[in-house]
């Protein structure tokens, strides 16, 4: 059965009081989780999972990309050494690299080049007993090459041990049957990122500002996604991230929710 985690993400507001969250996350069984920038709070964050008896297998950092925009403006990012390196220090087994923008995904050329750099950034990874991956949103959906969207393309192009972190929300909110998707990815998936509510137009659609407070999640089973679909699709996979971008009321009571359903849900029979 995969392991139950949570991205960090979720809580990023209440991790102003770090032990104070990974006590309330701990208090509802949680003892994994996913941490959204191994750059944040590198130092301090392994011996504060250590106190909650929590580990991080899992951990977002950027690093198929030379900079990111953040808060209007481009920032350079660190070589991948450094990023490894930060991931390592807070106990990460599978880097994963959290979003390659929209504009990357345009052409077939564009998807090769991104996926060179995956493979890449493997091999430099092994080395230090690790691996990499990716994490999609919607828009590597909206182009097709072929009879394959860009994604799948991409997946195609993928040195074996890299693998990938599939956000079943967003993939539905391209359009995509996730539980088909999740049968034609097999054993490529290693991670489900878990959130439901109601599927509206494409928050990353060009000329759309990204506002996560505009969405509509909830916890797991009071959405519009066929989730029992999907968990049966992967039931082999290491991990279910539970994340919500926001969620209307409290968070701990949503995560309590989402908890709920994924232990009322057999896999097998799902």
Do not use: C
């Amino acid at each position: 059965m995969p392991r139950l985690s949570v991205q960090l993400y979720s809580v990023r507001e209440e991790l102003a009081d770090l032990d104070g969250t990974l006590a309330r996350l701990a208090a509802l069984g949680v003892d994994t989780v996913e941490p959204f920038s191994v750059y944040d709070r590198t130092l301090e964050l392994p011996a504060a999972l250590a106190r909650h008896g929590m580990t991080a297998p899992t951990g977002h950092g950027p690093f198929l990309s030379d900079e990111i925009e953040y808060e209007g403006r481009m920032v350079p990012l660190p070589p991948l050494e450094v990023t490894l390196d930060a991931a390592r220090h807070i106990g990460v087994e599978v880097l994963i690299d959290p979003v390659v923008p929209a504009q990357r995904w345009q052409t077939a050329d564009d998807v090769a080049r991104t996926a060179d750099r995956l493979n890449a950034a493997a091999d430099r990874a092994a080395e230090r007993g690790m691996r990499v991956g990716h994490h999609n949103h919607t828009f590597e959906f909206s182009r097709r090459f072929g009879d394959r969207t860009a994604y799948e393309h991409f997946v195609a192009l993928l040195d074996p041990r890299v693998v990938l972190e599939l956000d079943v929300f967003w993939a539905a909110t391209a359009g995509e049957d996730v539980p088909a998707l999740l049968h034609r990815l097999g054993d490529r998936v290693h991670a489900l990122h878990l959130k439901d509510g109601a599927v509206g137009p494409d928050p990353f659609a060009a000329g759309t500002a990204y506002d996560p407070e505009a969405l509509d999640l909830r916890p797991l089973g009071d959405g519009e996604l066929d989730l029992a679909g999907i968990l049966a699709a992967a039931p082999a996979v290491a991990f279910d991230v539970l994340e919500f971008d926001s969620v209307d009321g409290d968070v701990f009571a949503a995560l309590e929710a989402s908890i709920g359903y994924l232990g009322s849900h057999d896999r097998r029979t799902a």
